[in-house]
């Protein structure tokens, strides 16, 4: 019941993908990639490709042809776009794991992004626009930042000294981690003869809290990050080597996530792409409580990023989702932990009313003191004692051919031991036959003698 629960929440995640068909005479901008031209055209070359994967059995990739292409005719002289049939090129799409139809990646220089959301015109632009420009934004003042932040994502920003020629090293470095990341935060870099010049965040919507960690600032460049919209982070870079590209790689990776999204088709490739383990606040949104308990979950989710990811549903949505963790509308709002990829949750037996009684639930948690419920590893995983999707599918696949193959020597066995039962039933009547002709003769000769003797 509980691992049908997950696959639930997986299929009503990636079921609101919308398609629509449009018609169009034009020359199609998207080309067609084979074995003879993926790598010349898509990994030699500078060009930035997107690029969809299908099979032309596929519903769902029909569906989206003519979006495809519409998306290729408005982005085509910026952005490359190109499509597989992975029928006819099975060692490409072997090559760049793909697991279903249609799939959409984005090449860019060494990275590789594969599209999770909606896969209609206005959001594959959307995405497309996000890699047509350059990974990091060039800004004079904090100022023009301030319609930028939002609660969806994590803005970071360089800032360094224009006067010194030193930071070319953490200018790379922030422009390589900016395009690896480039889907799911926004990266700046603000160059000044004196970054801290008041008039550099004079308007600024967050000018107190920045001014404050400004001050602290003893050396530049310094990477400072903007969660959430209103929580201020900064890195600072070490004077030596490259020993804090990997303490900076991580910085981005622990606030990449914003601290509490809704969770959705979106959000959900986000959360699961961190691997960790997810703290679901469950809310009633018409409720007057709901504003105050989220803003407590954030107080954790802020101190707590590095360990856990952090998301909210509506739970009067999702109730009959819910009812399968014997989880009540009337005991919204509640916060509970899941773990997605091994289809096991944490339920405080008791109310979590407070920022201490999250924090001890967590604890509780990392300690092994609550035991978690569910089903664990799913049943094949448990079976073949492995939760390697490629290896599953692997024994699955030879397993199946084995079983085939099985059958169908025994289903010819069969049918020649059928066909040698008929040959040797054909000749017991023959035999049969034989005798009784034989037994007629002598009758026959019996009579012809008895005949004579009369």
């Known amino acids: 019941m509980i691992s049908s629960s997950f696959f639930i929440l997986f299929l009503i995640l990636v079921s609101h993908f919308v398609f629509s068909e449009t018609d169009s005479d034009e020359i199609s901008s998207v080309i067609t990639l084979t074995k003879e031209n993926f ?3 898509v990994l030699q070359s500078e060009d930035r490709w997107f690029i969809k994967f299908y099979a032309e059995w596929c519903g769902h990739c029909k ?5 495809f292409e519409s998306v290729a005719a408005q982005l085509g002289d910026e952005i490359k776009f190109g499509e597989v049939n992975c029928e006819k090129q099975s060692k490409i799409c072997n090559t760049y794991n793909v697991q279903g139809y249609p799939t959409l990646k984005f090449f860019i220089e060494d990275q590789i992004f594969e599209y999770h959301s909606h896969r209609t015109e206005e959001n594959l632009i959307s995405f497309c626009e996000k890699f047509s420009g350059p990974a990091v934004i060039s800004i004079k003042d904090f100022n023009s930042l301030n319609e930028k932040l939002t609660e969806e994502k994590t803005n970071f920003v360089l800032l360094t000294s224009s006067s010194k020629n030193e930071a070319n090293r953490e200018i790379d470095l922030f422009s390589k981690i900016a395009t690896r990341n480039l889907i799911y935060s926004d990266f700046y870099i603000l160059e000044s003869e004196n970054p801290l010049d008041p008039d550099l965040y004079s308007k600024f919507a967050q000018k107190k809290k920045l001014k404050s960690k400004l001050e602290k600032i003893n050396q530049f460049p310094v990477v400072i990050a903007f969660i959430d919209s209103k929580k201020i982070i900064t890195f600072q870079f070490e004077s030596n080597d490259y020993e804090s ?5 991580k910085f981005v990776q622990e606030n990449t996530l914003p601290l509490l999204p ?11 792409s961190a691997q960790k383990t997810v703290g679901l606040a469950i809310v009633d949104p018409s409720d007057d409580k709901t504003e ?14 590095s360990e856990f990811a952090f998301c909210w549903i509506d739970g009067i949505q999702w109730e009959s989702f819910l009812n399968h963790f014997q989880i009540k509308v009337e005991e919204l709002p509640m916060f509970f932990v899941m773990e997605f990829r091994k289809e096991i949750y944490f339920k405080d037996p008791n109310l979590i009313s407070s920022v201490e009684n999250i924090n001890d639930f967590l604890d509780s948690i990392l300690d092994g003191s609550i035991k978690p419920q569910g089903r664990g590893s799913s049943f094949i995983s448990r ?12 024994i699955v696949f030879f397993g199946a051919v084995g079983i085939i193959l099985y059958f169908y020597f025994v289903s010819k ?8 039962d008929k040959k040797e039933d054909d000749k017991k009547e023959d035999n049969k ?12 000769d019996k009579k012809e003698e008895d005949k004579k003797e009369k």
Do not use: C, H, W
Request: aromatic share 8%.
């Open 292 to 305: 105050d308990y989220l803003k407590m979950i954030k107080k954790v989710a802020f101190k707590r990023r």
């Open 433 to 444: 036959k034989e005798d009784n002709k034989k037994e007629d003769n002598k009758k026959d």
């Open 383 to 394: 079976i073949l004692g492995t939760n390697n999707p490629n290896t599953i599918l692997k």
């Open 245 to 249: 590209a990997d303490d900076f790689f």
């Open 63 to 67: 569906a989206l042809k003519p979006i």
């Open 39 to 41: 790598d010349e055209l």
């Open 262 to 272: 809704q969770l959705s088709a979106d959000s959900f490739a986000l959360i699961d």
């Open 413 to 420: 066995k069969e049918k020649r031991n059928q066909v040698d």
